[in-house]
């Protein structure tokens, strides 16, 4: 099963606990009512919290979250922010306290997956063309993280279709070496220079580092290169890291809290790796064998 945003978020509130659960004995497009939880809680305690939905026999609102808008203690019914399809009986659902609110809580959850980046992606990004040595990229073009490959971080390496003939499902990469980025303007597609043209007609792949990219949709999936109890840790970090700055580090137990969720998200960092290939050192031996491919291309290898 996928791990997705509502996932991640869910978590967090478990980790930090400021999430109830329950079961629905009735619902709406806008309300859910859970009589077992009437006179349980303060009027309005959960207004501009966050409601999960869980499980329902009613699947299409499974993995969706609305902000709270009221609460009334007396029935036990939240109201929410409208969703798409009605709340069912048995409907299990989660309710977080507004401490966190679902649109700090979305904006912490990327800034946690961005903290655990940069994420390796690869793009075809361009065909080559005859007489063509400087190729331009959109900054937008890249299928993977946020688009930027080239501005925020660049490039490490490119491939090209090895053969005529070769095709998308049996491409015989082979990698160019002696390329270069050339700076360019804010807002401007960034060109790569090659030392000499390229056989044309050819896929060329870009591989490239990258942040994870920004989500706020519920059902978004998560990376799955990052472990989920990984990305949960990460959040959490930074959860208590803002509630210990928005104190100004008044809290005694808000600073412990952080200094334990710092330590397990090390502890994390060590047992869930995120895989990254290996790169070659960017020195070059003198009287030795060239590792970093900067100085003698390999071209012959193209047909």
Known sequence: ??????????????????????????GSTIELKD??????HADDQ??????????????????????ITAYDASSGQYTFSTIS?????????????????LTLMERLAN???????PLVYSARAIASSANQRVYTISTVTATGGAGSFGKYSRPFRIDIQGR?????????????????????????????????????GRDVRVWYEDHHVYTSASTARIDERIHPELAILALVDRAYQYRNSRSRGAQEFDVQRWNDAKRQLAEARVRWPIWRPKRKPE?????GEDISGSFTPPWGGIE
């Open 1 to 26: 099963m996928a791990f997705t945003l509502f996932d991640l978020i869910l978590g967090a509130h478990d980790a930090i606990g400021t999430v109830n659960y329950g079961v629905s004995s009735s």
């Open 35 to 40: 009589t077992a939880e009437s006179s349980a």
């Open 46 to 67: 959960f207004r501009n919290g966050t409601i999960f939905f869980i499980s329902s026999t009613n699947t299409s609102i499974e993995q969706n979250y609305r902000r």
């Open 85 to 101: 399809s009605a709340v069912t009986t048995a409907t299990q659902y989660a309710v977080a306290t507004p401490e966190f609110g």
């Open 111 to 117: 800034d946690a997956l961005r903290s655990l980046g």
């Open 164 to 200: 005529t003939g070769s095709s998308a499902d049996n491409p015989d990469w082979l990698e160019l070496y002696g390329w270069y980025i050339e700076p360019t303007t804010a807002g401007a597609g960034v060109n790569i220079v090659f030392p000499r043209y390229l056989p044309a």
């Open 283 to 287: 020195i070059n031996v003198i009287g």
